[in-house]
Nanobody, 118 residues
Framework: EVQLVESGGGLVQAGGSLRLSCAAS????????MGWFRQAPGKEREGVLC????????SYADSVKGRFAVSRDNAKVTVSLQMNSLKPEDTAVYYC???????????WGQGTQVTVSS
């Protein structure tokens, strides 16, 4: 059974930091690009970042560049998201995502709430 389990969400004041983690199981982690998406109330889900499975290179949405950093540990089959200098507009449910573009498979976690107060 494929599972992506997020943790680390919560309430933080603007300017603060949070670290999200995603624990993966049930698929070959090294074959999948990992990403984080978020969905704010009344808005569509948007991509925040993704990290390449082979070389660990990452790409970020302009809105989080310089503030968010992602890392993956293939040995521990986890991907982490360090969020610094948080803003109220970062408030959303954050979802972990795994995607294999060759096999055309995509998996989602259940999401974790991040709330940034002003």
């Amino acid at each position: 059974e494929v599972q992506l389990v997020e943790s680390g969400g919560g309430l933080v004041q603007a300017g603060g930091s949070l670290r999200l983690s995603c624990a993966a199981s049930g698929f070959i982690f090294g074959d999948y690009a990992m990403g984080w998406f978020r969905q704010a109330p009344g808005k569509e889900r948007e991509g925040v970042l993704c990290i390449n499975p082979s070389d660990g290179s990452a790409s970020y949405a302009d809105s989080v560049k310089g503030r968010f950093a992602v890392s993956r540990d293939n040995a521990k089959v986890t991907v982490s998201l360090q969020m610094n200098s948080l803003k109220p507009e970062d408030t959303a449910v954050y979802y972990c995502n795994a995607e294999n573009l060759i096999e055309l498979k995509r998996f989602w976690g259940q999401g974790t709430q991040v709330t940034v107060s002003s």
